[in-house]
């Protein structure tokens, strides 16, 4: 399927289709998601235009981000994961590109990570986010950045046992994330699907200095409230999801839509 090309208007089955957000309807995602392809269009054509060496790395920033809208509005809308991953590497390539140690962007950075994992990314492009964390631990301004435990965590499930980063000893955002974090560090599967529904339950307004708390209020801003961060966790732990499949924050397909026998890629 080539990039943009998600169908969600243009047959009876189409409109037939579910969507899996719960807050707004299909209208609203598909205005977003024209005004989204324009906007990535616009940047692309200024980047076209310019020598990469001579380009600001905010554009290529700002257009990694433009992608990820891109990812969040086409789930709400129902489209089926696989074909996320395209739009998720092409995301990657201009986010690595657009790098920038003095203003780190932990919770964008958190985002991609976490999708990376869910997405099943290959291990090549996997790396790629690993070395980004590894540049930003290594190079970010201390006031700015700290080397993040739930970050590692996630990379290092996808690493070889001699690949894994261990000298990450504290959270980043203590108050939003000690009780993710806290999942990584249970056993007993009973007492981590209480936590995981304890968390998601907690989530947004634990959110509530985020920019985009609130957002379903505003005209042509809301574009889904999912935690992928806590679906990542709750995958990599293989935790029992099976009581949120209908919560309005937890993605729920993205974490299985590789398992057998499952029918939210069918």
């Excluded at 009876?12 to 579910?18: E, F, I």
């Amino acid at each position: 399927m080539g990039l943009f090309n998600f169908n969600f208007g243009g047959s009876k089955k189409g409109q037939n289709q579910p969507i899996r957000d719960k807050i707004k309807n299909r209208k609203h995602f598909e205005k977003l998601l024209s005004k989204e392809k324009e906007i990535i269009k616009q940047r692309n054509e200024i980047i076209s235009k310019s020598n990469q060496n001579d380009t600001n790395s905010y554009i290529y920033y700002a257009i990694a981000n433009n992608y990820m809208n891109l990812i969040k509005i086409t789930y709400s809308l129902g489209v089926k994961i696989k074909d996320l991953r395209e739009t998720y590497i092409v995301s990657l390539q201009s986010f690595l590109l657009g790098f920038e140690s003095d203003e780190p962007m932990y919770f964008d950075i958190l985002n991609r990570v976490a999708l990376g994992f869910l997405l099943n990314i290959s291990n090549e492009n996997f790396k790629q986010l690993v070395d980004y964390v590894q540049r930003m631990d290594e190079q970010a301004k201390p006031a700015d950045w700290t080397p993040d435990q739930l970050l590692w965590f996630i990379l290092n499930s996808r690493l070889m046992e001699d690949e894994k980063q261990t000298y990450a000893d504290k959270l980043a955002f203590p108050k939003l994330y000690k009780g993710l974090f806290k999942l990584t560090q249970i056993s007993d599967a009973q007492e981590a699907k209480k936590a995981l529904e304890d968390y998601i339950g907690k989530w947004y307004n634990l959110n509530k200095y985020a920019p985009w708390y609130n957002n379903h209020l505003k005209k042509n801003c809301y574009r889904g409230y999912w935690a992928w961060e806590v679906a990542a966790i709750a995958k990599i732990m293989n935790i029992d999801d099976s009581d949120l499949k209908d919560n309005p924050y937890y993605p729920y397909d993205m974490v299985h839509w590789e398992d057998t026998g499952t029918t939210t890629e069918e």
